[in-house]
């Protein structure tokens, strides 16, 4: 009686195509692998190379001039691409002169600078 499973075909010819059928097998999902390890890498790297969000940012207008139009939180998704970011002193100052606080992040609230 054979020790081979009884899925296995019994002769040498069919066993070599499916070992090397299962060699090929294994080598595509290595290099399935890798890549995947090779995305992970390279998404880490871009999150750790990424400048830290800063506290505080404020939006300025469009045109001559760009006046300052609102005072954000810094993680706040409204805040619009015309951005730079400022010091808490700063933002609480904007604000205080007059620069609308945005609605949605609430900056005036986080400022602890309530109308």
Known sequence: MSDLPP??????????TLETWLVLALERVRARIADAERREAERRAGEAGRPPVPDWVVERGIGQGRRPLYVHT????LAGGRRYPVSREAAARAVAEGVEACSHCRADAELGILE
């Open 74 to 77: 810094g993680d706040c998704h």
């Open 7 to 16: 899925d296995l075909p019994p002769d040498l010819p069919r066993l070599r």
